[in-house]
């Protein structure tokens, strides 16, 4: 299994930035994706997850201003982030999960992801 993550890079606050996971080797529609990041000194955190069907979660810190979408013919997930700040720079892993739990306390836990790809570097500048 790969999870191949891009679209990271420098940006400037306020403008928009959108990240692409290519997954491989996997049933990859049977699968819930997320999006991760970890910043420097901090522990890797839940962004979004998106599940066969539609269905989509969100923290709380990226809410209304992110969406994330899946084509599950590309094997696919992207994450769309639009007026990022400089607290969001980090680094971004896309990950999948077998579980359709939505208990929150679950997904927003790494160690409840079976794969993660490589991560993507992105630094915001103010």
């Known amino acids: 299994v790969q999870l191949q993550a891009s679209g990271g890079g420098l940006v400037q606050a306020g403008d928009s930035l959108r990240l692409s996971c290519v997954a491989s080797?996997?049933?990859?529609?049977?699968?819930?994706m997320g999006w991760f990041r970890q910043a420097p000194g901090k522990e890797r955190e839940f962004v979004a997850i998106t599940w066969n069907g539609g269905r989509t979660r969100y923290a709380d810190f990226v809410k209304g201003r992110s969406t994330i979408s899946r084509d599950n013919a590309k094997n696919t997930v992207s994450l769309q982030m639009n007026s990022p700040k400089p607290e969001d720079t980090a680094v971004y892993y896309c990950a999948a999960i077998l579980s359709t739990s939505d208990s929150y306390a679950y997904y927003r836990a790494p160690r409840a992801y079976e794969y993660w790809g490589q991560g993507t570097l992105v630094t915001v500048s103010s």
């Open positions: 080797g996997l049933a990859f529609s049977k699968y819930g």
